[in-house]
C-alpha cells in the first residue's frame, strides 16, 4: 500500500518501479542522542593531536563510491595554505589499504586510523566533519555530526542537501573537486565563531528533525494509516 524512502530525491527511482505519487511516504532516518563523551583535549591528547590544530573527520566504509581520495586531497591542499589543518580519515572497507598508502606520503597531515568503536567522541574532537561522497542517501554520519554539535562540509549528492544547509549548517561543495573542497576546508578554519554557530543550529536541527523518538513516531503514524 505504501512505500517509504528517506530522501525526497529516492522518490523518482520509487516512481520508475511503478509506485504513485500518493502512496509514497518520506521519512528521514533518526538516530538516539549521543552518549555523553570524554573531553575533546582528552582524546585529541590520545591521538597525539594539538590543542589549536584545526582537525577534520571523515567516517566511512572505504568505497570508492565514498571518494576518501577526495578528503585527502582536499585537506593537504587546505593545508598548504593553513599548516593547523589535519585531518582523520575512520573506517574499514576495500580500499583501507590505498587511502593510508595515499596519507602515508603527507607527513602526517592526514591520519587513517581504520575501524573504531568511539565514533562519538572523535567527532567532539574534530572541529568539522567531512563526507566527501559522490553519490549518498540520507547519510548517517552528517546526522551524528548535527547530533555532536559540529558544523559539515559535504559534496552536494544526493540527500546531503536536505540535511545540511549551506552557510547556516555548514558548507556544500560539487562532487569530485578537491580544490573546491580545500577552500571550504580553509573558509571554516579561519572563522571559529561562525564554525560555532553552525555548530549550535546543526545541533538545534537534529533535535526538531532527525531525532530517534521522532522517525519512530512518523512510523507508527503511516502504520496507523493503512
Known amino acids: 500500500d505504501r512505500a517509504v524512502c528517506v530522501s525526497e530525491t529516492q522518490i523518482p527511482d520509487l516512481r520508475s518501479l511503478g509506485y504513485q505519487g500518493s502512496s509514497i511516504t ?15 583535549s ?108 559540529r558544523p559539515i562540509i559535504a559534496t552536494s549528492v544526493g540527500g546531503v542537501a ?9 558548507l556544500l561543495v560539487p562532487p569530485n573537486d578537491p580544490r573546491a573542497f580545500a577552500e571550504a576546508i580553509l573558509e571554516l578554519a579561519a572563522e571559529p565563531e561562525r564554525r560555532s554557530a553552525m555548530g549550535e543550529k546543526a545541533r538545534a536541527r537534529f533535535e526538531r528533525e532527525y531525532g530517534v523518538e521522532l522517525m519512530v513516531e512518523r512510523y507508527a503514524e503511516l502504520l496507523s494509516e493503512v
Open 26 to 40: 518520506v521519512i528521514p532516518n533518526g538516530i538516539p542522542d549521543p552518549r555523553p563523551t570524554p573531553p575533546a
Open 42 to 149: 582528552e582524546t585529541r591528547l590520545q591521538l597525539g593531536l594539538e590543542e589549536d590544530d584545526f582537525v577534520l573527520l571523515l567516517v566511512a566504509t572505504l568505497r570508492p563510491e565514498k571518494r576518501a581520495d577526495l578528503f585527502v586531497d582536499a585537506v593537504a591542499r587546505a593545508s598548504a595554505t593553513d599548516k593547523r589543518i589535519r585531518g582523520l580519515v575512520v573506517g574499514g572497507g576495500p580500499q583501507l589499504k590505498q587511502v593510508q598508502a595515499q596519507a602515508e606520503g603527507l607527513g602526517g597531515v592526514v591520519r587513517v586510523i581504520g575501524e573504531r568503536s568511539d565514533v562519538p567522541a572523535l567527532m567532539t574532537c574534530a572541529d568539522a566533519i567531512c563526507l566527501s561522497s559522490d553519490f549518498e542517501a540520507v547519510p548517517m554520519t552528517l546526522l551524528e555530526a548535527m547530533a555532536a554539535g
Open 162 to 170: 536536505e540535511i545540511v544547509t549551506p552557510s547556516e549548517t555548514g
